[in-house]
């Protein structure tokens, strides 16, 4: 029988393997298992920093969540920041990442939390659908962050440009290719294997990055 559970500090490797999965998923992260192990093993090792919440299907834990524990002057109460949402791919669809989103929930509520707060990629519309349906509501502000440790950049995917090597072809992601439904805003990566350059016709692989 699936449970879900409190993550310790022996689950830190199966769930840094989780981690994996979904930063290697994210338009903005990149995979650094010692990072991930790291970040983890201080959550598990400070329970007032937050909690992972882990579904364990036959003694195995195959999916996560997290709560990191803030505090918001406007609300006057304890806020939580909900991080690391995955479920392994082969047991998505079944309810379990909504399963364990709910259990979130009513931890947050129990323990007195004024809001719970997300961030997922704009382009993402199954994880936002997926979110509203679970009450959460898309928010006017915008993020603002400054990196403070360049060794972890950002992935640098969404702004770059990519030329046919058979005609000169740019694509801007900025631009898209809105003639063959490619949205502004969609990275080169994300574009469909199917897509070729609007001029050549070329294929996708014979694109290279512009520096
Ligand atoms: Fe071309």
């Known amino acids: 029988m699936p449970f879900i559970r409190t993550a310790v500090s022996s689950d830190v490797p199966r769930c840094s393997k989780l981690l994996e999965i979904l930063f290697s998923q994210e338009h903005e992260f990149t995979v650094d298992a010692e990072a991930q192990t790291k970040a983890l093993a201080i959550i598990t090792g400070n329970p007032e920093l937050g909690c992972i919440f882990v579904v364990e ?4 834990i195959e999916g996560m969540v997290m709560l990191l524990f803030t505090v918001s002057t406007f609300l006057g109460k304890k806020v939580a920041l909900l991080e690391d949402m995955v ?3 082969e047991w998505r669809g079944k309810g379990f990442g909504s399963k364990l989103i709910n259990h979130a929930i009513k931890f947050a509520e129990s323990e007195g939390f ?3 707060t997300l961030l997922t990629d704009r382009d993402n519309e199954t994880a936002q659908r997926f979110y509203k349906s679970k009450g959460f509501s898309q928010s006017e502000m915008v993020v603002f962050r400054k990196m403070l440790d360049l060794k972890q950049p ?3 995917m969404t702004m770059n440009a990519w030329m046919c090597s058979e005609c000169g072809y740019v694509y801007d992601p900025a631009e898209g290719d809105i003639d063959n439904n490619i949205k502004a805003g969609t990275p080169f990566e994300r574009v469909t294997d199917e897509w070729a350059c609007p001029v050549c016709f070329a294929e996708k692989t014979t ?4 520096s």
């Open 207 to 210: 694109f290279e990055l512009l």
């Open 114 to 116: 004024g809001r719970i």
């Open 57 to 60: 299907i036959n003694g195995i």
């Open 154 to 156: 950002l992935k640098q």
């Open 87 to 89: 479920v392994a791919p």
